[in-house]
């Protein structure tokens, strides 16, 4: 696994309570980015044939450029049909 040390969602929303402008510009993120990004994570998941099952804020970090990235694959489960 990469080194990720961008801090995980929980971290960031505990410490500055939500992302403004300010924060979202330093991270190169934004609203709309951030979700696409989570939403296309999962959709890879789902299209490998993988329920992440225990998505929360403290398995999506972030990289040094700002991109989210989902974790903690311990409890998911190959989807079969």
Same mark, same amino acid.
Do not use: Q
């Given at each position: 696994?990469?080194? /990720?040390?961008?801090?995980?969602?929980?971290?960031?929303?505990?410490? %500055?309570?939500?992302? %403004?402008?300010?924060?979202?510009? %330093?991270?190169?993120?934004?609203?709309?980015?951030?979700?696409?990004?989570? !939403?296309?994570?999962?959709?890879?998941?789902?299209?490998?044939? !993988? !329920?992440?099952?225990?998505?929360?804020?403290? %398995?999506?970090?972030?990289?040094?450029?700002?991109?989210?990235? !989902?974790?903690?694959?311990?409890?998911?489960? /190959?989807?079969?049909?």
């Amino acid at each position: 696994m990469d080194l /990720i040390n961008g801090g995980d969602l929980r971290f960031h929303l505990i410490k %500055n309570s939500k992302f %403004n402008e300010e924060i979202t510009s %330093n991270y190169h993120v934004n609203l709309e980015f951030f979700t696409c990004s989570v !939403i296309l994570g999962l959709e890879f998941l789902h299209n490998k044939g !993988i !329920i992440h099952r225990d998505l929360k804020p403290e %398995n999506i970090v972030f990289d040094k450029k700002g991109y989210p990235r !989902i974790t903690d694959l311990g409890v998911a489960r /190959i989807w079969k049909p």
